[in-house]
Structure formats: C-alpha cells, structure tokens
C-alpha cells in the first residue's frame, strides 16, 4: 500500500502533466488525415488528424487560419507544425497548429485547384459573360508594373502594329503584399472614370506563388464584375491563373496580348484599299453589263418586228387566196359573162328591165363589150 | 463615325454592289457612297495620335494622369 505522503488536485496534476508535455515534446511536425472539422463561430478551427491507428485534438486559432490560402476539407491530408499542450478544463491534449500544409502538393496548387473548382460551379467562367474585346479600342488601359521588360515590351509591340494608339498604364504591385489591393484598385478606377476602352492585366512568368496575386478570389471578383472588357496576360504560355479563367480573353503572354488588342495597321490599309478597288471594279463591270442588257433588248425587238410582219403578211395571203375562190372573174373564165346596165350600172338579171334602144355592158373574162338592146328574145 | 462601322459599311457596299441585284442609278449612287467611306476610314486611321500616359497616385489617394517615360520608370528595376 503507497503512502499517501502527497496529494495532488486534479488541476495540479494536469498542470504538470501539461509542463511535461510542453518541454518534452514542444513544436512537432505531425502528419494525418483530417476528420471531425468543425468552425463555430469563434472562428477558431478544430479537427481531428488521424492514422489508421489513432488520432488526435487539433486547434487552429482564428488569428493562424487567415494565412491559409486553401480551404481545410475533411478527408484531407495534412502536414502540420503544432505545438503540443493540454487543455487543462478537459484534461485533453491537443495539437496547437502553427502552420499547415496540404500534403502531396503545395498549398498554393491546392488553394488555386480549390478557387477554380468554386468559382467555376459557380459561373464565374462562363462563356456567356465573357464581354467583346473592342476592335480598334481608341484608349488601352495596361495595368502592370511600370518599370521592367513587361510594359516596355508592350509598348514596343503596340508601337510596331499601330503608331498612333492610346495607352494608359496603371502602375501596380504585382506580386508581394498589397499586390492583389493594388489589382483592385487599378481595375476600380477604370470602372469608375470610364476612359479606357479595353483592359490588360499584365504580368511576366513566375512561380505560382510569385503569380499569386492573380489567383486570387478578390481579384477574380473584380475581374468578372469589370464593366471595360478584360484581356488577362499573366505568365507564360503554360502558366493558367484564375483571372485568365475569369478575364473576357486570355493571351498567353503580355506581348500576345499587345497583339490581340489592337489590328495590324498594314493590314487595314491593305483592306480598305482592297473593298476600294472592288467597288471600283463592279460599277466598271456595270457599264458593260447594261449595255449587253441593251444590245439584247434591241435584237429581241427587231425579232418581235419581223415575226410580227411574216405573221400578217402571211395572213393576207391566205385571205387573198380566200377572196379569189369567190370571186365572179373566176366564172367568167368558163364562158359566163356578167351584163350590165350602162347608164345605171346595176346588174341586169331580168330581161324586162330593159327596152329596145338600152345601153348594155357585158363583162367576160376577157375585156367588155358595150351592145345595144334590139328587143327580147321572145320578140324576135 | 467609329473606325469599325465605317469598315462595316465599305464592306457592305462592296457587297451590295458585287450581288449585282441593284440598278444602275442606285449602283452609282453606292459607288460615290463607297468612295467617301474609304476615304473616312483612311482618314480615321490616321487621326488618332500617338498618347501613352501613366496614372499616379498623390498622397491625398486622387490619381492624376501624367506623360509616360519609359526612362524615368526603369531607374529602379526591382518591379517585376
């Protein structure tokens, strides 16, 4: 039996359990699943990170979770440096977490994967949205760094296609603290005095934490509520950041996108000159066009005329032929004759229309005689 | 007039006129129409002059515009 030479209060063990703990132990690196993730309202966060095997209490203090730019899931792997203590009201202990890192990947990989699947469920990509870049924008707003080979490499490229463009540049941070603040801003201020036709965000290639500033949601935000049309030219060729997602277009470098904002000036001279000469060229071919249309008509007409004149020549033949069928010459030719009063004219059919001493013309088939009546047949 | 519509505009006469279903008093007409668009465009191109200014922010946070000089920026090239 031990003597019962010391007691201790619960609260004095637990102290001195939790000293132990403290100083034997102090900042550990502790890898683990997350499970039981909970945030009331406090803000603070507490989880549960597990093996197989066991688990174990984590906190992770409102003032510590602002610097993780990922969001803490269940089900996540994590890698944390914590402190290890105990929470004497429960006699529990528990990990106080320092710093967090998404396991397998860096947690700015995870963070951006994280935003993207996001804002994408929630439309901020949308075709839809995505505004006109205007054709030949008479003033650009860049937004970029005004120093270094970004903005000089612009303009130089601007200058090449077109020597007599507009540009504003908005000079900002584009990395670092106060970056994505400056990003805002710069955005902002177009918005808000209207004297850009066109955006372009700007930046050279870099890490993804050197990009950074363009992954983030405030800035996307900004980018997709922009009223002037944004081009996003951040990075390199390979390099995708959120605001390339939300800007209206995407160039994939800086001096791509000093391509794409505004036309060849050669090649609108070219054009211009080009619908010139074909309106040119048609009205030429008009004139000839109008005189075959000409030379046409005057052929069909004299055509029509001379159909029309065989027509009616032909129709007279016929009624000639027609009018010599009935006529009495033709009976004169077999022997008849056709008598006549002289003086009167009027055909003479009956013999008592005349007396001795009448004048009377017979016409044959040959020529007419003039007689003189001597009597009627019957008399003589 | 904007650059674009008139461009729009020549491109549309050139289209009317080459459709070649029109009279020749309205082909006339577009044709004179065509020839002073062509000549706005021109003109239009060569009517913008060349600005490249910088906005600064004063203390008071009001931002003023100022002529951009690439030299006078690239003394410190800390920026990126």
């Known amino acids: 039996m031990l003597e019962r030479k010391h007691v201790l209060k619960v609260s004095e063990l637990t102290k001195d359990i939790k000293l132990i703990l403290e100083t034997s132990f102090g900042f550990v690196w502790v890898e683990g699943e997350v499970s039981n993730l909970r945030q009331p309202s406090s803000g603070h966060l507490y989880f549960t990170l597990k093996d197989e095997l066991s688990q174990i209490k984590c906190v992770l203090f409102k003032n510590q979770s602002q610097d993780v730019n990922f969001q803490l899931k269940d089900g996540l792997s994590l890698l944390l440096f914590a402190k290890l203590s105990v929470y004497e009201r429960d006699g529990q202990y528990q990990l106080y977490v320092n710093k967090i890192e998404p396991k397998g990947k860096g947690s700015f990989q995870l963070a951006y994967e994280q935003l993207k699947e996001r804002l994408i469920k929630e439309g901020l990509f949308d075709e839809a949205h995505k505004k006109p870049i205007p054709f030949l924008p008479k003033t650009i707003g860049i937004i970029t760094s005004s120093t270094g080979a970004v903005i000089s490499d612009m303009l130089h490229i601007l200058d090449k296609r077109f020597n007599n463009f507009n540009v504003l540049l908005y000079p900002v941070k584009v990395q670092g603290p106060g970056a994505k603040e400056d990003i805002v801003e710069a955005i902002e201020y177009f918005n808000r005095e209207n004297n850009v036709e066109v955006i372009i965000l700007a930046r050279g290639g870099g890490s993804i934490e050197d990009l950074w500033a363009f992954n983030e949601e405030l800035v996307a935000r900004v980018v997709y509520n922009s009223k002037v049309p944004i081009i996003s030219a951040v990075g390199h060729e390979t390099d995708y950041t959120i605001c390339d997602f939300v800007a209206d277009l995407r160039a994939p470098t800086p001096s791509r996108a000093a391509e794409l904002v505004i036309p060849n000036k050669a090649d609108l001279y070219d054009k211009i000159k080009d619908y010139t000469w074909q309106i040119n060229r048609t009205l030429r071919d008009f004139i000839p066009q109008y005189q075959q249309r000409m030379d046409d008509m005057t052929s069909r007409l004299s055509n029509t005329l001379s159909g029309i004149l065989r027509d009616k020549r032909n129709l007279f033949h016929t009624e000639v032929s027609r009018l010599n069928a009935l006529s009495p010459l033709n009976t004169l030719n077999r022997g008849y004759s056709i008598t006549s009063i002289l003086d009167s004219g009027d055909l003479l059919k009956d013999a008592h229309k005349v007396k001795a001493g009448d004048r009377i013309k017979t016409k044959l088939s040959q020529g007419s005689i003039i007689s003189i009546v001597e009597g009627d047949s019957d008399e003589i | ?80």
């Open chain 2, 1 to 80: 007039m904007k650059f674009e519509d008139a461009l729009k505009k020549l491109e549309t006469i050139v289209n009317e006129l080459e459709s070649g279903d029109i009279s020749l008093d309205k082909a006339i007409e577009r044709y004179q129409e065509g020839m002073l668009v062509s000549k706005k465009c021109l003109e239009l191109l060569d009517k913008a002059e060349k600005k490249v200014e910088i906005c600064l922010k004063a203390k008071d946070g009001s931002v003023k515009i100022k002529s951009f000089k690439e030299k006078d920026h690239n003394k410190d090239k800390n920026n990126i």
